[in-house]
Every structure is written in C-alpha cells, then in structure tokens.
C-alpha cells in the first residue's frame, strides 16, 4: 500500500512569502529519489532548485509552471511507496494520513493538509481533549520553512477565570494588582474614550484574528493603542488617533489604518463612533504601495544615477522608412534568413552600428577619475581626471521590457557581425530574456542602446540613458502617414527616431550626425551599403 | 561608469607560486615545501580523504534539507573542505576553536554532532553542545567578533602560565576574507600582537564576501597585512588539504611554544552560494567557478591517493556509501527534532540562578498557563 505525500513550497529564503514555478524536472508516474531535483522555483530573490524531500512515485504536479503560489501550498505529490523508506515512521500522522488520501486529487489545496514529513505539524488539534473547532486550521509551524500566514493565525482560547496573581495579560507592566479579566473589561465603565471604542462592532478588515480576539481595545490611560512610530506618523499627517479603527494585534492601530484615515478623510470627522463603524468597509482601497525592490530597485538606481550625473540631450527625426519595410520583406526571402526572425529592428540595429563605425566617439563612456577610491561610479564631477573612453568594440544593448522588469541586455561585439549573425545574435538575445535565462554577463559591459518603444504603439520618447554609456537610440512605431514623396502627398511607412546622448561626450553637432545619417540608412538602404 | 573604474586595484589577483604554500597540487602531485615539511602515513591520507568526503555529504543534506522547507537557512562549506578539515585535523585537545557560522568540517573534527549544527539552523536550539567539551566554541553569526573572543581566550592561556609545557593550548579563530575589513578583526590584531597571544588568525579567504569581490576589499593580499601589525602572515593553498594541516600545525605549535600569533590566509574558493538565501549567479560569472572547480580540494586527494596505489576502488565506494549513509540518518534525526520547549529560553541564561530570570520565567508559566489547552507543557 502507497501513501501519497505533499510537498508544499518551502520559505527557502528567509521571509519570502511566494514563489513562481518556473520549471518541472519530473512528470506524473516518474520515480524520484530523496534530494532529487523536482522543479525550478523563482523567488524575489532568486531561481532555486527543490530537491524531493520523499523517495517514490510522483502522484500529481499541483501547480502549473508560470504559476505563483504562496509559501505553504502544496506543489507535488508523491506516492510513497510501503517500505517508508522517506522520513521517520509517521507516528502522529496516522491520523491525519487518511484525510490526505481521502482528499480529492486536484483538489484547491488548502492550509490543512498536513505535512507528514514534519513531526511537530503532525499532532491533530482534533485528537486533543476539549477542542471544538473543528474549523480551525492546524497550527502553522513558525519555525522553519513556512511563516506565519497573515490572517491565517488565531489566537488560543485563554482560560475563562483570571489567572492568580502575578500573571498579568495583556499588560506588560507588572501591576501589583490583578487587572481584569478580559471579558469583564469590555462591560466595565472605562474613561470615555474607552467606552467608545468597546461599544463598537469588531472591526471586520482583520479578519478573523481580530474579530475573534477579547482584548480590551484600549488600555487603562485612555489613549488608542498604536506604536510610537504609528503615533508620530499620525502626528506628522495630522491624523487624530482615536478616530481610527485599529486592525492590529489587540486592536492597535497600523500604519495602514493610519494611512486608510488619511485617504478617507471626509468620513474620518463625520460623525461620533456610530457612523464611522461601516466607513472602512465600504471603502474602496484608494492606495496601493508597492515595495521597491529588485529589478525595480535596480532600475530606479541606474535612471536616477544616470538622469542626474549625465547632462542627456535627445533630438527626434522622422523618417520615411518605406524602402527599410520593404527591404526586410526581401531579407525574409533570402535563404540566409530563412530559419531566423528579420524585423525592422535588424536594420535599425545595424544602421547604428555603421554610424559608430563612422562616428567612434558616439560610443563612448564618461569616466571620472577614481578619487579616494570612491568607486561609486560616475560620480558627479565634470574635471580633474576624467577621461573619455572610447570604445572600438560595440556591445549593443537592447532594452527589453521582462516580467521582472526593465532590462538591457547586450550583443557582445556586434560590430563584427555579419547581417544574418546579427539576426540570430539579437534572437538569441531575445529568446534569452524571454526565458528570464540573461546573466549578469549579458547585462554588463554595454558600450550603446536601441530602445523599441514602437512596440506599445507609441511614437517616440527621451530616452535615458544606460549608465557607462553615452547614447541611446530610440525608435517609435511605424505607421501610415501622409508623406511628400519624390514632390507628390503619398501614403508612406514613418517612424520616428530619438537619440539621446551625454553631451559631456557629445556635442549637437556629433549627435546630429549620426541621428542624420541612421535616418539616412533606414530612408534608404542603399546608404547602409555605401557606408558599411 | 564601467565596472573596470572600480574594480581591478592592483596586486590581489594570483600569486606566483612561490608565494602560495602548496604541497599537493590539483593534478594530485606531491610537492615539498622548505618550511612545511609534512611526514604523513598513507592511513592517515585516507583519514582525511573520509574526513572531507563526509563532510561534503553532510553539508549537501543541509542544503537540501532548507530547500525543503525543514532548516531556515545553511551556510554551505562546498569547496572549502580542505581548509578546515586540514586546519581542524591539526588541533590537538587543548587548543579552542572560535568559529564562524560556516565551520561545519571543523564542527566535525572537534566531534560536534552535526545534528546540533541543524538544530541551530532548524531553530530548534543555539547550538546546543558544551563549548568547554568541544574545543570549539558556539558558531557566531556577529561577523568578526570571535577573533576578539579569541584573543582574550589565549590571553587568558598566557596567563595560566602553561605556554611552552605540555599542558599547552591556542585558540584558533575562523574567519573570512570579508571579516578582515571589520574593526574587531583588526583590534584582535593589534591585541593579539602586542600581548604575543598564542593564537592562530585563519582566514579562509574564500574570495567574495556575500557579493564583494576581494578586489574591493584589500588592495594587499591579506596574509600581507599581519606583516603591519607586527607577527608573520601565511598564504596557503586552501583547497589543499596537505598544506593546510602542516601550516596550521605549524603554527599552532608556535603559539602553543609562546611565540605569538600568526595569519594564515587559506586561499580558497566558496563553490556555492554564501547562504541558501544567496543567488550568485547575480555577481559572479560561471567562468569563474568552472576555473575553481578544476582545483578541487577531494579530487586531488583522491588522484593522490590512486596514483600512490594507497586506496582502491572498493575504499572509495565505502567511503561515498558511509557518507550518504549518514546524512540518511541525519536526515532522519534532523527531521525528529522536538520542538523547544518554551521555557527553555530562561535555562542558559545565567550559569546559576538569577532572581530577576526566576521570576520572568516564572511569569511566563504562569502566562503559559492561562490557555484552555495545550498549556505550557506540549
């Protein structure tokens, strides 16, 4: 007889909440071995790899790749076969192994199922004397691998009858006399305030930990609960605590219950207790915030270093890029490019390399003298010791907008390329970034950028540009328009081209040159033949 | 800004040889060094080719145990086995050993159950064995200060006035290449120096320092900077497991015999990542690890040993299964684990008893107590 096992996501980085599966080693009816790789995860962190923690069959991949689960979901199942050859001989898990089984394969996998593998998540609250609620979940082991969901804690019960003398809950303060009881304190007269608040409705935004629990929701001194950081936030934005609905632990009152007054402001001094109950429920959440961190946090570091260390110039030109369109038809043709993607961006990509080819200077890099070893980069000095570093090899970058973010990947030394080497480098490149596969190699060591922004639909932008580099070219999308064409109003392919360049580096004159001449190549080809 | 403007100081690449101490090479050759001569049996070889095979085992359940959820993190050891173990192998029982969070091989030469190195990364104790039994001190997470601990320790060495007698001991203090950009390293220095300490400073410069290269770090190769504080620096080959052994002993006997401190740096390379929580991939290249791989610290010894016909292949399959066969038992121990008992947190406190913890504890069983179920005593 089999047993069929769960696997649920690991924390595996300590605090992480979620995590994507990327990839599947194993498929249903596989043998996996303990510590055997089984699947790919992406955290905030990084891309692990999960070995199985059971010997046997693979039962069921309960999670799709693409998909991001939270921390604590079940993600395979295995059937372990009768010698138990994984893991200690589950002792108090023979309980709570029928109910596994029993449970529908496929079924949304909830807080409840067990993890065999682990002892102390295998007492069954249900086996102990004098427990009645047979809805609450088990209790969520806190030490390793799964956190504490939030929301997903319920407080035990206390004991009805006071605790004797020096236990005091609930107060930190040792106080020489008993406080009252939790449930007498709610019916006892209290300063106003106090009173107020413990007439109230439970506050329904913190689910059932707050509405289950029995702490006073003040303490004896009148003033709201709340952290001091809480209050002097309040204080800051001039938000009256004791108007707030706490929806912290013991009802003390959070930053974002602070946060929510400030955004519903016309409701906050409407009216005493009673018409404030209903106010946060039937409020919308106004403001969102979004942690910054990773690729975000990446991002906004290089566009701040670079916006505010780099003087950026941009310069826009329209083009009728007709022929270009038409040439890329005709590449598509050849056999050269049967088997690879040839898009405008090809020709766009090797009419600036022809223009570094003619204008090396454009492909270059600021670098300020390394004073006191500083090596925070650019810097924002404009003397002593800086030089220009031109560059006679192209790394091209390629901006691509990811799942994770904005990135700039790299073709190393595309200046060497031929036209179909090119192609496939930049799908190569593309299908890389695609499959979240660029490594640092990639991302580094860029000497100049093309941004696609024709790829939302829009015309054109002031690019910034990627730090270390001196110029980034833009292109718009490419569309219909009226156009005079050989002295007669016709319909023809345009875009629009934007350059932005580091005018320590490059002055108008330069800028404009190159700008000139891309345009000049994607008018007409036949220049990108003269000139490469 | 280019990465080449920051990176790059001068003079901490590769050494000439001449300057690394080395007497295995990764080809498997047995080299002498003049300073370092190591007479060792073939028995002996074989020790330690178990020692660091087991302990890789060890430390790949590990990993794998926190990628399943069952430790909260792990500082792997991979591809630093010869420096500790070499290093470990060279104590003897009256030296102590102040370690950081990632000497789990010398955890194992000094006989500290590897369970309780899991346990403390389970979260289930703080590290749960007795330093004074062990020789080896509680793992410290504080980067650097254990080479203050240290310090005072073989001061207080000095100072039972055993140096140069049989009883003789020296603190040995673990440490990292990052750890030598703190304060506290650098005040044990200077302390350790002025005193004549007899202590051993061993570096395992394992090249990045989470994600700082060595680069950024020290414009010197760092056995260089005992030279400034006034006692001799040492760099070996870390991935050597000969080298580490005779060096350390060497100069464990120098301190032992009063002559003060030494700086071995061991010139090593962590293979995975600096924590399970670490991504390496993000700040170092594959290249990098493809070079450091072919310096393997097991398989030169392994080579070693083919080429001197001293162990066979039945030696070598019987190591690899009693390795896995203990991380299989580990495994299972390590997934055993009772929970800790609440108050145990008031145990260790204070080595006798203290009233203001007597009533705290008290307080709290009390608090324990006042639940309908499940009470304090699970």
């Not at chain 2, 104590?91 to 006989?111: G, I, K, Q, S, W």
Request: aromatic share 6%.
């Amino acid at each position: 007889m089999s047993e069929r096992k769960q696997f649920k996501l690991p924390d595996v980085g300590e605090g992480l909440t979620e995590a994507e599966i990327v990839k599947w080693h194993v498929r249903v009816g596989d043998q996996v071995e303990v510590n055997q790789t089984i699947v790919e995860i992406e955290t905030a962190k990084a891309v692990v790899e999960l070995p199985c923690p059971f010997e046997g069959t693979v039962g069921e991949l309960l999670v799709e790749e693409g998909t991001t689960v939270d921390v604590g979901v079940p993600i395979i199942s295995v059937d372990v076969g009768a010698d138990g050859s994984a893991g200690p001989a589950p002792s108090g898990g023979a309980a709570a192994a029928p109910a596994a089984e029993a449970a529908p394969a496929g079924a949304t996998p909830v807080e409840a199922v067990p993890h065999e593998e682990v002892p102390h998540e295998e007492v069954p609250q249900a086996d102990e004397p004098g427990v009645v609620q047979p809805e609450q979940p088990k209790r969520q082991p806190v030490l390793v691998g799964y956190g504490v969901k939030p929301g997903a804690t319920k407080r035990r019960p206390r004991k009805q009858s006071s605790p004797p003398a020096p236990a005091t809950p609930a107060s930190s303060t040792p106080a020489p006399s008993p406080s009252p009881s939790p449930s007498v304190a709610q019916a006892a007269p209290a300063p106003a305030p106090a009173a107020a608040q413990a007439a109230r409705p439970a506050p329904t935004v913190g689910g059932s930990d707050a509405a289950s629990r029995s702490y006073p929701q003040v303490v004896d001194n009148g003033m709201p609960l709340a952290k001091p950081p809480v209050r002097k936030m309040a204080k800051d934005l001039g938000v009256d605590l004791s108007t707030i609905t706490g929806t912290g632990p013991r009802g003390s009152i959070t930053r974002e219950d602070v946060q929510q007054a400030l955004a519903a402001p016309a409701e906050a001094p409407a009216a005493a207790s009673g018409a404030r109950a209903g106010a946060p429920a039937t409020t919308g959440v106004r403001e969102e915030r979004i942690a910054v961190r990773g690729v975000r946090k990446a991002t906004a570091n290089a566009m701040v270093g670079s916006a505010f260390t780099a003087p950026h110039v941009t310069e826009f030109l329209q083009v009728d890029v007709t022929r270009t369109v038409e040439t890329v038809r005709r590449l598509r043709e050849l056999p050269e490019f049967a088997d690879v993607k040839v898009s405008p961006l090809l020709l766009v990509a090797k009419a600036l390399l022809t223009a570094v080819a003619r204008y090396p200077m454009v492909n270059s890099a600021w670098v300020d003298a390394p004073a006191n070893g500083a090596g925070n980069g650019a810097g924002n000095g404009t003397g002593g010791g800086a030089e220009i570093v031109v560059k006679h090899y192209v790394n091209l970058g390629i901006a691509a907008a990811t799942e994770r973010g904005l990135i700039v990947p790299n073709v190393k030394d595309a200046h060497t390329l031929t036209l179909p080497e090119l192609a496939w480098a930049l799908a190569e490149l593309t299908a890389k970034v695609r499959a979240g596969k660029a490594t640092p190699a990639d991302l580094t060591g860029g000497t100049i950028s093309i941004t696609n922004v024709g790829v939302f639909g829009v015309d054109t932008g002031t690019p910034i540009l990627t730090p270390g580099e001196s110029a980034i070219l833009c292109i718009g999308q490419i569309r219909d328009m009226p156009w005079v064409h050989e002295g007669e109003l016709a319909v023809r392919k345009v875009t629009t081209l934007a350059l932005s360049f580091d005018h320590r580096v490059i002055d108008g004159e330069l800028g404009s040159k190159v700008l000139r001449d891309v345009g000049a190549m994607l008018e007409d080809p036949i220049h990108l033949i003269a000139w490469s | 800004m280019t990465i080449d403007s920051v990176r790059g100081a001068p003079g901490t690449g590769e050494l000439a040889d001449s300057e690394l101490v080395q007497l295995l090479t990764p080809e498997g050759e047995r080299v002498d060094h003049p300073d370092y001569p190591l007479d060792i049996t073939a028995e002996q070889v074989r020790g330690l080719y178990r020692d660091l095979v087991t302990v890789r085992r060890i430390d790949l359940e590990a990993v794998a145990l926190t990628r399943q959820g069952e430790l909260g993190i792990w500082a792997s050891l991979l591809g630093q086995e010869a420096a500790q173990i070499g290093s470990g192998r060279a104590l003897t029982d009256t030296d102590m050993v102040f370690p950081t969070y990632r000497e789990h091989a010398v955890a194992y030469c000094r006989n500290v159950p590897p369970l309780n190195l899991l346990g403390l990364f389970r979260g289930v104790n703080h590290g749960g064995w007795d330093p004074k039994d062990h020789g080896f001190h509680l793992y410290t997470i504080v980067i650097g200060s254990q080479t203050l601990h240290a310090t005072g320790y073989a001061m207080g060495i000095q100072r039972d006035g055993v140096l140069g007698s049989d009883k003789a001991g020296a603190t040995i203090a673990y440490f990292g290449d990052g750890a030598t950009s703190q304060g506290d390293v650098n005040e044990s220095f200077v302390f350790a120096s002025v005193f004549n300490a007899p202590i051993v400073f061993f570096c395992q410069n394992n090249q990045w320092a989470i994600s700082e290269p060595l680069e950024k770090q020290s414009r010197i190769p760092l056995y260089k900077r005992a030279q400034g504080f006034g006692f001799p620096g040492v760099r070996v080959d870390g991935n050597d497991v000969f080298a580490c052994l005779a060096v350390t002993q060497k100069s464990l006997a120098h301190a032992r015999d009063g002559q003060g401190p030494t700086l071995i740096e061991a010139y090593t390379y962590r293979m995975g990542a600096h924590t399970t929580t670490d991504d390496p991939t993000r700040y170092r290249l594959k290249a990098e690890e493809e070079s450091w791989k072919a310096k393997d610290p097991i398989e030169r010894v392994k080579k070693y040993l083919v080429k001197e016909g001293e162990a066979d292949e039945a030696f070598f399959a019987d190591v690899e299964a009693e390795a896995k066969r203990m991380a299989t038992e580990l495994r299972k121990a390590c997934l055993a684990l009772p929970d800790p008992q609440p108050l145990a947190i008031f145990e260790h406190v204070y080595a006798d008893p203290h009233p203001m913890i007597s009533e705290e504890q008290e307080q709290f069983a009390a608090y324990l107590a006042s639940f309908e179920d499940e009470g304090t005593a699970r």
